[in-house]
């Protein structure tokens, strides 16, 4: 079946423009999370939802970083005054829901802020 | 505070000898871990966890991990590297601060199978 689906795979932006990155997850995939990762780094939490309720956003840099799953599927992480060190790879996952089920990734989305 | 560790930056070996890549972790209840690898510009691929249970954990590609609660590691090994095992590995543990499912990673190690 099909697996997560990430896009665009690469952005890049000026600094100061927003950005908007699109996550499908697997059908049926009730938990949905948004990982970022630096080069030579290990991904880093940002967001957790299941289905629609964003359960926790304690890894969102700022207040200019925003995820929405509206209709508990897509998820759109959005990030607004876009700055360099926005510059990484943004993962997103999805899990069937119990806490120790695997995460299954998509390809990332490779964000390059000029 | 909770974490995962990966020891090393990078492991070299030749294509048909044993490969171990190392993980210890540092969280509190009873740990539940995953292997993952990760090829150049794709995302994260799951080879394995543990929950509960048998301590040696068998996963995809003949790959498995050895669960040794006294020594808090998690290792991932396999009998024989091909060159198709080179890429990056990440160890993960829960975060038990944060939400349900949210995980804490390694840092990577970088496996390189020299044929």
């Known amino acids: 079946g099909a697996g997560v689906s990430q896009s665009p795979r690469y952005k890049v932006a000026k600094r100061g423009q927003d950005v908007a990155l699109r996550c499908d997850p697997i059908?049926?995939?009730?938990?949905l999370f948004w990982y970022q990762q630096a080069l030579g780094q290990g991904p880093e939490f940002l967001t957790y939802?299941?289905?629609?309720?964003?359960?926790?956003k304690s890894g969102l840099p700022s207040d200019r970083f925003f995820a929405e799953r509206p209709e508990g599927s897509v998820s759109t992480l959005k990030i607004q005054r876009t700055q360099q060190e926005d510059s990484a790879v943004y993962l997103c996952?999805?899990?069937?829901?119990?806490?120790?089920?695997?995460?299954?990734f998509g390809d990332g989305t490779r964000l390059s802020i000029l | 505070a909770q974490s995962v560790a990966q020891p090393e930056d990078q492991v070299n070996v030749a294509e048909g000898n044993p490969l171990t890549v190392k993980c210890t972790y540092s969280?509190?209840?009873?740990?539940?871990l995953f292997w993952y690898v990760q090829y150049p510009n794709r995302g994260l691929q799951f080879l394995l966890k543990?929950?509960?249970?048998?301590?040696l954990v068998k996963g995809s590609y003949g790959f498995e991990a050895e669960f040794n609660k006294s020594q808090t590691s998690f290792h991932l090994k396999k009998p024989s590297a091909l060159v198709s095992d080179s890429a990056l590995y990440f160890c993960?543990?829960?975060?038990?601060?944060?939400?349900?499912?949210?995980?804490?990673f390694g840092k990577g190690t970088k496996l390189s199978v020299k044929p």
């Open positions: 059908s049926g995939h009730v938990s």
């Open positions: 543990y929950i509960t249970g048998d301590n």
């Open positions: 969280v509190s209840g009873n740990p539940y």
């Open positions: 939802f299941q289905n629609e309720a964003q359960l926790d």
């Open positions: 996952a999805s899990s069937l829901g119990q806490y120790n089920q695997p995460q299954h």
């Open positions: 993960a543990g829960p975060n038990y601060g944060g939400s349900q499912g949210n995980l804490i």
